[in-house]
C-alpha cells in the first residue's frame, strides 16, 4: 500500500513536468503571426512598461532617445526605479539624477509612474543593489536575513527608503511605491539567501512613515510550471514566497509572469520550461488570484514576459531569428493569457510589459517586430 502510494506521488511529479517541457532550437524563423493574432480587450487595466537603465547600459542603447522613444507611445503608466548603489555610491554621496530625469521625462510624456525605490533588492539585473559599504561581510547563502542579524543593513535600508520617498512625494505623477523586488524569494540562480517577512515589514513601516496614503506595490513570481513551483515552494516554506508576503503586507500585489524560460542549452537547442498553459497550471494560477483577492488585494502583472529568457543573462539578439522563449508573438499571447485570467470580473488594475529596452534593441537592429507587437496592443485593446 504504501509503496503503491509512493509510487502514485512520483508519478503525479513527473508527469507534469514532462509535459511542461520543451526542446526546441533557440532562434527560431521569424514570421508573421503576431499580425494574425486577437487582442482581446483591457477594460479597466491600464497598460505600461518598466525602464531599466543598466538594461541599456547592457544592450550599448543610447539612454536618452531610447527612453523618448518609448515614452511616445501611448500608454498610461510607468516603472522607474531608483537604485541604492547608484544613488549612494559612496559614503556621503546622494545622487538622484539617473530616477530625476527618467521621472521628468515620463512627466512630459503625461504618464503615471511607479517609483521602485528597492532597497536591498530592485528589479532588472542583477537584481541586488546594495552599497559596498552597507554590507560589512557578504550574505551568507542559505540565510534568512533578519532584523536581529543585520540590524545595520536595515537601519541603511529603511533610511534610503525614506529618503527617496521624501524626495518624490510631492509628485503627483508617482501613484505608488514599489517596496523590494520579489522581497522574500531567493536572488535568482545566483543566491539562496533570502530577507525576511520582518525585515520587509520594518522598510515597509519606514515608507509609511513618510508617506502613508499612496499605495505600496510588492510583486512575487508566478510559477509557470511544476519544476519551479516546488523549488520555490521548498525554498520559502518557512513564511511563504513572495506573492504570499505581498498579499499580507502590500496594498497591490504585482505578478511576475514568464510562461517560457530556458533551463539550459545544449548546442543548438534549449530545454525550455513551457507549462502556463497546461490546465493544472491554470487552475493553480487561478487559485494564486483568489487567494489574493480574498486578502482585499489590488492585482497587477508586474511583470509580463515580453522578451526573451534564455540561458544567458543578456537575450541574444540574432539577425532575422527570433528567441524560442518569447518571440513576437508571444508579447501579444501573454498579455492575452494575463487578460483572460481577469475574466472581467476583478480586472488587474495595470499590466506592465517587460522587455522594453530589447524592443528598441530590435528595432535598431532592423527587427520592428517586438516594438510593432506591442503597439497593436496598445491600438486595439480599447
Same mark, same amino acid.
Given at each position: ?85 547608484? /544613488?549612494?555610491?559612496? $559614503?556621503?554621496?546622494?545622487? &538622484? ?5 527618467? =521621472?521628468?521625462? %515620463?512627466? +512630459? ?117 511544476? /519544476?519551479?513551483?516546488? $523549488?520555490?515552494?521548498?525554498? &520559502? ?5 513572495? =506573492?504570499?508576503? %505581498?498579499? +499580507? ?134
Amino acid at each position: 500500500m504504501v509503496g503503491g502510494l509512493v509510487t502514485l506521488g512520483a508519478a503525479l511529479t513527473v508527469v507534469p513536468v514532462i509535459l511542461e517541457a520543451r526542446i526546441a532550437r533557440q532562434a527560431q524563423t521569424l514570421d508573421e503571426e503576431w499580425r494574425r493574432l486577437g487582442v482581446l480587450p483591457r477594460g479597466k487595466t491600464m497598460l505600461g512598461i518598466s525602464i531599466r537603465p543598466r538594461q541599456m547600459e547592457a544592450f550599448g542603447l543610447e539612454p536618452v532617445m531610447t527612453v523618448k522613444t518609448l515614452l511616445q507611445h501611448q500608454f498610461d503608466l510607468v516603472r522607474i526605479p531608483a537604485y541604492w548603489n547608484r /544613488v549612494e555610491p559612496r $559614503s556621503g554621496v546622494f545622487d &538622484t539624477s539617473e530616477p530625476d530625469w527618467l =521621472l521628468e521625462a %515620463a512627466e +512630459r510624456a503625461g504618464k503615471q509612474v511607479i517609483m521602485s525605490v528597492g532597497a536591498v533588492k530592485n528589479f532588472g539585473y542583477p537584481e541586488f543593489f546594495v552599497p559596498e559599504d552597507q554590507l560589512e561581510q557578504p550574505l551568507a547563502e542559505g540565510s534568512l536575513v533578519r532584523p536581529s542579524t543585520h540590524a545595520a543593513l536595515l537601519e541603511g535600508a529603511s533610511r534610503f527608503v525614506r529618503d527617496i520617498v521624501k524626495r518624490y512625494a510631492n509628485r503627483s505623477s508617482v501613484i505608488a511605491w514599489q517596496l523590494e523586488h520579489e522581497a522574500v524569494d531567493p536572488l535568482g540562480v545566483e543566491h539562496s539567501w533570502r530577507l525576511s517577512e520582518d525585515f520587509v515589514k520594518a522598510e515597509l513601516e519606514a515608507l509609511r512613515s513618510v508617506d502613508p496614503t499612496r499605495p505600496v506595490l510588492m510583486n512575487g513570481f508566478l510559477p509557470t510550471s511544476s /519544476v519551479v513551483g516546488v $523549488s520555490q515552494w521548498w525554498r &520559502t516554506r518557512d513564511q511563504g514566497d513572495s =506573492l504570499a508576503v %505581498a498579499s +499580507r503586507l502590500a496594498d497591490i500585489v504585482g505578478i511576475d509572469f514568464y510562461p517560457r524560460h530556458a533551463l539550459f542549452a545544449m548546442r543548438q537547442r534549449t530545454f525550455y520550461m513551457d507549462g502556463a498553459d497546461r490546465p493544472w497550471r491554470r487552475w493553480l494560477t487561478t487559485s494564486t488570484m483568489r487567494a489574493i483577492h480574498k486578502h482585499g488585494r489590488r492585482i497587477m502583472v508586474s511583470e509580463g514576459q515580453a522578451e526573451p529568457w534564455e540561458a544567458v543573462t543578456t537575450p541574444p539578439d540574432p539577425d532575422n531569428r527570433a528567441m524560442f522563449s518569447c518571440r513576437p508573438e508571444d508579447v501579444i499571447r501573454n498579455y492575452n493569457a494575463a487578460m483572460a485570467w481577469a475574466g472581467g470580473q476583478s480586472p488587474l488594475q495595470a499590466y506592465l510589459f517587460w522587455g522594453a529596452e530589447y524592443w528598441i534593441r530590435r528595432w535598431r537592429s532592423g527587427d520592428s517586430s517586438y516594438l510593432a507587437a506591442f503597439r497593436r496592443v496598445l491600438d486595439e485593446a480599447g
